[in-house]
């Protein structure tokens, strides 16, 4: 489809595993070596474990494809969930011979003796488990009995476990302790790094293009696949090839940014709906409960209350009632009246002495305020004119009230 717009041969990301677009990252080389070595080297059990899309059905093609020979004979097994019997009778099939007895036991023994021509005559037998994570543990540990088919220096039989790491945690078991320790060799494949991530893209670009191929990606997109694709090989072949066909629907090239945020927002919708449904029923429950809360405690009060009234207007009337009932009895208390009389007072009586004399206050008096308006200044007296005699004696008299000198003023 986008093949011509772009100048390229093939499909550069296909989905499905291609040996012809292997990168060989340091650890896909690594996990490649220990395949070949292990086998060659006749180690017995070989395992190879990595996480979902991360290559390992790509390596193991790419060594069933460039590194099996003449000698090297290889049994795959796909379907994992079997008894130990049934692998045994798998390998009897895939080398061509028929097996006369159904005893495990002697399907063993014949199996050694099958295993030991093939030895003298030069030929390997391989025997690859896929997906062994799946492997029941039994049938894991009755495996175990294949590698004690040897010769006094080698394996007869290589036995090459590839899975999840989800092997490595099932090997960790008691009861498969035996079986972990005559693994061999063992390589982990890990994510591509941020340069690994680029090498792998720009690798298989070129390996599909034509002699006029132009850069495909700008660098910001190969930023954002770096971060979207977490260095997983598959998911970094998921997001090329859909963004190569967006830009090709669109007439745009190179593959921007703003093309692989679309491209993965429309590879992922479910995660995206997802997280809005958990957002809206965690809300919608939120909801639920306060308004549960709300009507439990309302409903609560609103019981209280009527209780409350309830009880105390029972009592109010219960009151009401011993009152009037044992009015004699009462009014005798006050009166002196034998209840056991004829002569009993009637309540109307009674009700006077029953009751509390009132006492009336007296209002408190009004009191009255005289307001007075004062002058803002007094005037001051004119002082007394002191040319009359008699009153200079009197001034006098008041300004100096000394006895001595009054008997003195006094004097004539």
């Given at each position: 489809?986008?093949?011509?717009?772009?100048?390229?041969?093939?499909?550069?990301?296909?989905?499905?595993?291609?040996?012809?677009?292997?990168?060989?990252?340091?650890?896909?080389?690594?996990?490649?070596?220990?395949?070949?070595?292990?086998?060659d080297q006749r180690k017995g059990f070989i395992a190879v474990l990595g996480e979902v899309g991360?290559?390992?059905?790509?390596?193991?093609?790419?060594?069933?494809?460039?590194?099996?020979?003449?000698?090297?004979?290889?049994?795959?097994?796909?379907?994992?969930?079997?008894?130990?019997?049934?692998?045994?009778?798998?390998?009897?099939?895939?080398?061509?011979?028929?097996?006369?007895?159904?005893?495990?036991?002697?399907?063993?023994?014949?199996?050694?003796?099958?295993?030991?021509?093939?030895?003298?005559?030069?030929?390997?037998?391989?025997?690859?488990?896929?997906?062994?994570?799946?492997?029941?543990?039994?049938?894991?540990?009755?495996?175990?009995?294949?590698?004690?088919?040897?010769?006094?220096?080698?394996?007869?039989?290589?036995?090459?476990?590839?899975?999840?790491?989800?092997?490595?945690?099932?090997?960790?078991?008691?009861?498969?302790?035996?079986?972990?320790?005559?693994?061999?060799?063992?390589?982990?494949?890990?994510?591509?790094?941020?340069?690994?991530?680029?090498?792998?893209?720009?690798?298989?670009?070129?390996?599909?293009?034509?002699?006029?191929?132009?850069?495909?990606?700008?660098?910001?997109?190969?930023?954002?696949?770096?971060?979207?694709?977490?260095?997983?090989?598959?998911?970094?072949?998921?997001?090329?090839?859909?963004?190569?066909?967006?830009?090709?629907?669109?007439?745009?090239?190179?593959?921007?940014?703003?093309?692989?945020?679309?491209?993965?927002?429309?590879?992922?919708?479910?995660?995206?709906?997802?997280?809005?449904?958990?957002?809206?029923?965690?809300?919608?429950?939120?909801?639920?409960?306060?308004?549960?809360?709300?009507?439990?405690?309302?409903?609560?009060?609103?019981?209280?209350?009527?209780?409350?009234?309830?009880?105390?207007?029972?009592?109010?009337?219960?009151?009401?009632?011993?009152?009037?009932?044992?009015?004699?009895?009462?009014?005798?208390?006050?009166?002196?009246?034998d209840i056991s009389s004829d002569n009993i007072p009637s309540a109307q009586d009674l009700v006077?002495?029953?009751?509390?004399?009132?006492?009336?206050?007296?209002?408190?008096?009004k009191k009255t305020h005289i307001y007075t308006i004062k002058p803002k200044f007094k005037p001051?007296?004119?002082?007394?004119?002191?040319?009359?005699?008699?009153?200079?004696?009197?001034?006098?008299?008041?300004?100096?009230?000394?006895?001595?000198?009054?008997?003195?003023?006094?004097?004539?």
């Amino acid at each position: 489809m986008y093949l011509d717009f772009f100048n390229l041969k093939e499909r550069p990301f296909h989905i499905t595993p291609d040996p012809d677009f292997l990168y060989l990252s340091p650890y896909h080389k690594e996990a490649l070596g220990v395949m070949i070595y292990g086998v060659d080297q006749r180690k017995g059990f070989i395992a190879v474990l990595g996480e979902v899309g991360l290559g390992k059905t790509t390596i193991v093609r790419t060594y069933l494809k460039k590194h099996v020979h003449e000698k090297l004979k290889t049994i795959i097994i796909f379907n994992v969930n079997v008894s130990f019997k049934s692998i045994i009778k798998t390998i009897y099939k895939e080398l061509g011979i028929e097996h006369i007895s159904n005893d495990t036991t002697e399907l063993i023994e014949n199996l050694f003796l099958i295993l030991i021509k093939e030895f003298q005559q030069g030929f390997n037998i391989v025997l690859l488990i896929d997906e062994a994570q799946n492997m029941p543990s039994k049938t894991l540990e009755q495996l175990r009995m294949l590698s004690n088919l040897e010769t006094s220096k080698d394996k007869l039989i290589q036995i090459l476990l590839v899975g999840q790491p989800e092997l490595e945690d099932k090997l960790e078991k008691t009861d498969l302790r035996q079986l972990k320790q005559r693994i061999a060799v063992k390589a982990t494949l890990c994510p591509l790094s941020k340069k690994h991530t680029k090498d792998y893209i720009q690798h298989r670009l070129k390996h599909a293009a034509n002699d006029n191929y132009t850069h495909a990606f700008k660098d910001n997109a190969l930023k954002q696949i770096v971060k979207l694709s977490k260095g997983i090989p598959r998911n970094i072949n998921i997001i090329c090839d859909n963004a190569l066909v967006s830009a090709f629907g669109h007439g745009k090239k190179p593959v921007t940014k703003k093309i692989i945020n679309e491209v993965f927002k429309d590879l992922s919708p479910a995660k995206h709906t997802k997280k809005k449904n958990w957002r809206l029923a965690f809300i919608f429950i939120l909801l639920v409960a306060a308004g549960s809360i709300t009507w439990l405690y309302q409903k609560n009060v609103i019981t209280s209350i009527y209780n409350d009234l309830k009880q105390s207007v029972s009592i109010n009337l219960y009151q009401k009632k011993t009152n009037k009932e044992n009015l004699p009895e009462k009014a005798s208390k006050y009166k002196g009246t034998d209840i056991s009389s004829d002569n009993i007072p009637s309540a109307q009586d009674l009700v006077p002495a029953l009751k509390k004399p009132v006492i009336q206050k007296e209002p408190p008096e009004k009191k009255t305020h005289i307001y007075t308006i004062k002058p803002k200044f007094k005037p001051k007296p004119k002082p007394k004119k002191k040319t009359d005699p008699d009153d200079l004696i009197d001034f006098l008299l008041e300004k100096y009230s000394d006895k001595n000198v009054k008997k003195e003023l006094q004097q004539p």
